[in-house]
């Protein structure tokens, strides 16, 4: 579809400012270093094949498969069904461009160069690092609870989840529907662990020190809210929530802060959703 179309120019433009077939480089005491550096074009056209296919998927097909005057029941499940499709695609495409970057398949090599490893710093590794974990993700709860209802816009009424969950039919819906329940934990973990988190926090944050220096986490998380194409009103508030996630993966240089501190809202809302399936 359209996203397959969004590789070509991504691989061509990310393989000009580095070979692919490169080593990455190791800093004296055996750590891996920054893998190669992405161009700023590099950057935008990851940013594009990321963003362009969900606004597509989310305006153009979405609508398209639920047909003509749907029910909003049929157009939330559908919208979540496309939703799931180009979050997928975010992976397959971190997994292309990681994999392109070296001939080692092995997992450890993957690991560490999509920052997959415990928070350090210069003295300390893992232990009492996860512990700015929850003091982001509180940061988090305050951004989506109380700064978002009062400044950010809120979403149309056919497309905001939270008052479709909060009315009978949405309820009537969900009501031991466990195959859409699992739809909803699997887009959950591709949109937390697996799609957008891995591939700004994992792939694109390690490699844009080069194109935008000490600034490289602020345009990270401008550039995680523009991608919002799909739900546009959201913009604003993912962009400081970009920000939460990517200054801490920066700083302790793992992915697995902004996947930790992302994914709690996820479980949250898992946690409730799982109280409406069981009501």
């Known amino acids: ?31 891996l270093a920054e893998p190669r550096q992405y161009s700023r074009g590099g950057v935008l056209a990851v940013w594009a094949a990321a963003a362009l296919p969900m606004g597509i998927l989310s305006w153009v097909v979405a609508p398209a498969i639920a047909g003509p005057g ?6 939330v499940i559908t919208l979540v069904g496309a939703m799931t499709v180009g979050l997928v695609w975010q992976a397959v495409l971190t997994l292309i461009l990681v994999l392109r970057e070296r001939r080692d398949p092995s997992w450890t090599s993957v690991r560490d160069r999509l920052w997959l490893r415990s928070p350090r710093t210069a003295t300390r590794r893992g232990g009492r690092l996860w512990a700015w974990v929850p003091l982001y993700a509180l940061g988090l709860a305050a951004l989506d609870m109380l700064i978002q209802p ?4 809120s979403a149309p009424a056919a497309r905001d989840m939270g008052a479709f969950l909060g009315s009978p039919e949405g309820q009537q819906t969900f009501h031991h529907a466990w195959g859409l329940f699992a739809l909803i934990v699997i887009m959950g973990i591709f949109n937390t662990v697996l799609g957008e988190e891995l591939l700004f926090r994992g792939l694109l944050l390690p490699r844009m020190r080069k194109g935008f220096g000490r600034a490289d986490w602020v345009v ?19 962009i400081l929530t970009g920000f939460l996630c990517a200054q801490p ?31």
């Open 70 to 75: 749907p029910s909003r029941e049929r157009f």
């Open 1 to 31: 579809m359209q996203s397959a179309a969004a590789a070509g120019p991504v691989t061509e433009v990310v393989g000009s400012s580095a070979d692919p077939r490169t080593e990455p480089s190791v800093s004296k005491d055996g750590e």
């Open 220 to 238: 990270n998380g401008l550039l995680f809210g523009l991608y919002h194409l799909h739900e546009p009103w959201q913009i604003p508030n993912a």
């Open 150 to 153: 009062l400044l950010f816009p």
């Open 249 to 279: 993966t920066r700083r302790f240089r793992s992915a697995w802060m902004g996947i930790a501190i992302h994914s709690i809202e996820t479980v949250f809302f898992i946690v409730v959703l799982l109280q409406i399936v069981l009501s």
